[in-house]
């Protein structure tokens, strides 16, 4: 199961509507954050993500928006007598800032925190793997893409009967192996197998100008979550940041199944934004979302599938 669980959609300032950027992707039980603005830990609390299960953490950039929550997190892990290490990835000056953020008040974490500073890379865990890539936004700055592993096809029994292979520890072997041998013949995984099956592919932009770099690293992207600050030109000014249009145009070059608009300035209401957004999206006939804050996207069976956390509840 995969779910992308928006934490704070706004960006540079919380507004009462919505909190600054932090993203939540649950992946097999695990919690990896992107971003972890001011008031972050408030914000799990209430989408009821528990900070032990966070065992990596991914920041794009040292604007305040995007990690002042930091502390206060490593402080409530620790609060909660925390024994894990965390891990801590960031662009250049992450380790400095880390060391400051841990050198503050009178606490030492008790568990092990480990920095790394990437450039632009490729970082494999089990079943997925994290690209960094570098974005414009005036200082060192990077995007992620949380890429799930492919999976082989699935056995197909008309060829595994033209091969004579039956059901049983046999393919598992091969599976196990990749090929194997019968009455001296090889026979290849990939021979009775159907088409590989695409891993999930979700990238996030953190604060950038339209920038040639996202789209290449998301190409044909289920999500694209894209700073989308503002709705003009005009409204930027000399910003480092991207218009809907901007982000659209990236997103259709791109390919990309979804478009998230995110990052969105506090002058704008949700109303007045996502009226402004259906117009310019609909132009370039791109897939959107302009996700609030505790709205979640699951995928299921190559489709996403979208709730709010908060609908319903008391
Ligand atoms: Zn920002
Ligand atoms: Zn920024």
Redesign the pocket.
């Known amino acids: 199961m995969l779910e992308v669980i928006f934490l704070g959609t706004g960006?540079?300032m919380p507004t009462r509507e919505r909190n600054v950027?932090a993203i939540a992707i649950r992946y097999k039980g695990e919690i990896l954050l992107f971003d972890v603005g001011e008031g972050t830990i408030r914000q799990m609390n209430t989408a009821k993500i528990s900070p032990m299960k966070v065992e990596k953490i991914f920041i794009t950039h040292f604007?305040g928006?995007?990690y002042l929550g930091l502390a206060a997190l490593i402080q409530t892990m620790n609060l909660w007598n925390r024994e894990k290490p965390l891990h801590i990835y960031g662009p250049k000056y992450t380790f400095e800032f880390v060391q400051n953020f841990l050198n503050s008040g009178f606490f030492r974490p008790g568990f092990e925190v480990h920095v790394h500073e990437l450039g632009e890379t490729r970082l494999k865990f089990g079943d997925y793997e994290v690209w960094s890539f570098k974005v414009e936004h005036g200082i060192p700055a990077l995007g992620y893409v949380f890429k799930e592993r492919d999976r082989r096809g699935k056995f197909v029994s008309e060829k595994l009967a033209q091969y004579g292979l039956k059901p049983g520890p046999i393919l598992g072997k091969l599976e196990k192996e990749g090929k194997i041998e019968v009455n001296g013949k090889v026979i290849r995984l990939e021979d009775v197998t159907g088409p590989k099956r695409r891993g999930v592919k979700i990238a996030y932009t953190g604060?950038t100008e339209p920038a040639e770099r996202v789209k290449l690293f998301s190409e044909r992207a289920d999500l694209l979550i894209h700073d989308a600050t503002y709705l003009s030109a005009e409204d930027r000014g000399e910003g480092y940041h991207s218009t809907v249009g901007e982000a659209c145009e990236i997103a259709k070059k791109a390919r990309v199944k979804l478009l998230a608009l995110f990052?969105r300035a506090f002058r704008y209401t949700y109303d007045e934004y996502l009226r402004e957004a259906e117009a310019i999206c609909r132009e370039f006939g791109v897939n959107f979302v302009v996700p609030r804050d505790f709205d979640v996207l699951e995928y299921k069976a190559g489709n996403w599938q979208f709730k709010n956390l908060l609908e319903g509840a008391e």
């Open positions: 960006g540079i950027p604007h928006d995007h604060d990052h």
